[in-house]
């Protein structure tokens, strides 16, 4: 059973550019979670979505950010005109359900020059 | 609120001595608490979890730790070290939510140095 998989794993963008970032969660997890890292920090809770339905985002930021996790495919956390504060790793985690142990991809560390 | 504090940021020993990361939890709620291990640019690794079972949990590579209410306490030993514990460390909370869903509270992390 694969882990988390999260892609790119590096990420440059200038200022001004979109990011994309994809997360495929472990199979037979339907719960996604992200979440952002600053240099020297803890991870920070970012948004929490099950299949189609975005659950929790009380940590995405009111502007640029925005996530997905469709029917079919990957979820996606989106940051548009991106600034150099949001160089950052991103690391998603899955889980089978709510309640259960939250498994971690290897991030996407994003540089915006 | 819920808040988790790791009280060191940095922590050095030498090879084969113990090793003691301290994270102490403040929760409204019987907390479920997690060690998890991050190595430099990789992600994160579950090292051990508590969720109301034994109060002394044993996780991978010979880590454990020990719940206690009384001292609101979930720190993180093992008894030697060895150098590719180094790593960060992370302790986390997980709080119920009035919506029925869980959050994830992280320390700010714990950075292990072993020396030779």
């Known amino acids: 059973n694969a882990g988390v998989m999260q892609n790119p794993r590096h990420l440059v963008r200038r200022r001004g550019q979109e990011a994309r970032l994809r997360c495929s969660p472990m199979k037979g997890h339907s719960h996604v979670y992200w979440y952002r890292q600053l240099p020297e920090e803890g991870l920070k809770f970012m948004v929490y979505?099950?299949?189609?339905?975005?659950?929790?985002e009380s940590g995405m930021p009111k502007e640029r950010f925005s996530a997905e996790f469709p029917k079919e495919g990957p979820s996606i956390l989106r940051i548009q005109q991106v600034v150099r504060g949001d160089s950052a790793a991103y690391f998603c985690a899955s889980s089978p359900t709510v309640q259960e142990t939250q498994y971690f991809g290897p991030g996407t560390r994003l540089l915006v020059l | 609120a819920q808040s988790v504090t790791q009280l060191d940021s940095h922590v050095s020993v030498s090879e084969g001595t113990p090793v003691l990361l301290r994270c102490n939890y403040s929760s409204s709620y019987s907390p479920s608490l997690f060690w998890y291990v991050q190595h430099p640019n990789k992600g994160l690794q579950l090292l051990l979890k508590y969720t109301s079972a034994a109060t002394l949990v044993k996780g991978i590579n010979g880590f454990e730790a020990e719940f206690k209410k009384s001292e609101t306490s979930f720190h993180l030993t093992k008894p030697s070290a060895h150098m590719s514990d180094a790593a960060e460390y992370f302790c986390v909370v997980s709080v119920p939510r009035i919506s029925g869903t869980y959050k994830y509270i992280f320390g700010t992390g714990t950075r292990l140095k072993v020396l030779a």
């Open positions: 979505l099950q299949k189609e339905n975005i659950i929790d």
